[in-house]
């Protein structure tokens, strides 16, 4: 089992930055693949972001691509997303996801077997 918990939402204007964490408990945080999703109002969750266990791979949204970089440090059982270059539409809560069984496409939704309960993140323009 395992529990994850975001922070680092907030307010913020257009072109600025944040850096979401995303807390994992349990000893086996090293050994899952990680992404971040996002919701806007009135919309699906989306894919951002994600993550290998390994820290090997990376893969983004074409939204997000050259802004936001996802990172984790095992250590602390913690995955990152630092977004620069805010824009409004990027306003939505963003939830972090645990995938124990290594998918092969972490941009679905379906292959995460954790979610925590979500930081908003608003820009203004």
């Known amino acids: 089992q395992v529990q994850l918990v975001e922070s680092g939402g907030g307010l913020v204007q257009a072109g600025g930055s944040l850096r979401l964490s995303c807390a994992a408990s349990?000893?086996?945080?090293?050994?899952?693949?990680m992404g971040w999703f996002r919701q806007a109002p009135g919309k699906e969750r989306e894919f951002v972001a994600a993550?290998?266990?390994?820290?090997?791979?990376?893969y983004y949204a074409d939204s997000v691509k050259g802004r936001f970089t996802i990172s984790r440090d095992s250590a602390k059982n913690t995955v990152y997303l630092q977004m620069n270059n805010l824009r409004p539409e990027d306003t939505a809560v963003y939830y972090c996801?645990?995938?124990?069984?290594?998918?092969?496409?972490?941009?679905?939704?379906?292959?995460?077997?954790?979610w925590g309960q979500g930081t908003q993140v608003t820009v203004s323009s």
């Open positions: 996801g645990a995938d124990q069984a290594w998918g092969a496409n972490l941009a679905l939704y379906s292959v995460y077997d954790y």
């Open positions: 349990g000893r086996t945080f090293s050994r899952y693949d």
């Open positions: 993550i290998r266990w390994s820290g090997g791979s990376t």
